[in-house]
């Protein structure tokens, strides 16, 4: 049988780890940037991570691995548990030097995150969930648990830092009256941002993001209260042979906020 809080420990280790490379790999300038097929960067940092996670996990043979850094070989699929990880989410944040990345870890069951960690490098913390047990943050040692707004109006909307949509303008445009104030983050940062009440609401219409970049934010935003789907107000599976997010993904403090979208 799986020993889930070894599991937990090590899903721990390797975020801190992942984080502290990526920081020293960003402070001192020591990273190379590439571009991949998709036209998009990666660096240094992002191979670094994933090696170091790798190092941490590769014990659990019995759980598969699907990371933005690796070739998927598509055996997770016949496997109930998997871990799902972006090593550097918001490498183009990396690059930009605007401190808003972080490292995304998930742990999978049967198609649902169970446990779930984001590694904020620049902010020296992390936050975490476990399904059902809360999310929590941790800062110098300090714990403290996460909980999202209850808030229907006087909304803070967090954006991408770098991509937004003549859709979620409109989206902006028709709750202005509901909206006090628009701020932007980058890569999973959003999902803190929720869980921690520093904003209430994202919504992200593209096609473009995968598993990777929403499945540590699922949970993260579920246990602290919030609510998170597709932009069809659809819940996610991970796992799948078909690792893109087709229809975006939304985040909400509370669910009566979906009519933000519902027209």
């Not at 042979?241 to 979906?258: L, P």
Request: hydrophobic content about 35%; charged content about 30%.
């Amino acid at each position: 049988m799986l020993d889930l809080q070894l599991v937990f420990k090590k899903m721990q280790e390797a975020i801190i780890e992942a984080g502290k490379e990526i920081m020293r790999l960003y402070e001192n300038k020591e990273y190379k940037v590439d571009i991949k097929k998709d036209d998009s960067p990666v660096t240094t940092a992002d191979f670094n991570s994933n090696r170091i996670i790798h190092s941490k996990l590769d014990i659990f043979s019995d759980i598969a691995f699907l990371s933005e850094e690796d070739i998927d070989d598509k055996k997770r699929l016949n496997s109930e548990y998997v871990f799902i990880l972006d090593p550097l989410d918001g490498t183009s944040d990396f690059v930009n030097r605007d401190g808003s990345f972080s490292v995304n870890l998930a742990l999978v069951y049967k198609g649902d995150p169970i446990i779930s960690f984001i590694g904020l490098p620049a902010l020296n913390s992390y936050c975490y969930a476990i399904k059902d047990k809360g999310c929590y943050e941790v800062n110098e040692n300090k714990i403290r648990r996460l909980y999202c707004s209850k808030k229907r109006d006087d909304l803070i909307l967090v954006e991408s830092m770098m991509h937004t949509s003549s859709k979620e303008k409109e989206v902006y445009d028709k709750n202005r009256s509901r909206i006090k104030d628009i701020i932007k983050a980058g890569a999973s940062t959003k999902a803190y941002y929720i869980a921690s009440q520093k904003a209430d609401v994202s919504i992200r219409y593209t096609s473009m993001t995968k598993e990777w970049d929403t499945c540590a934010c699922d949970l993260i935003v579920k246990e602290a209260g919030g609510y998170f789907v597709d932009t069809n107000l659809k819940s996610f599976k991970y796992n799948k042979e078909d690792v893109y997010n087709h229809d975006g993904y939304c985040m909400f403090n509370i669910k009566e906020n979906i009519d933000l979208i519902k027209y």
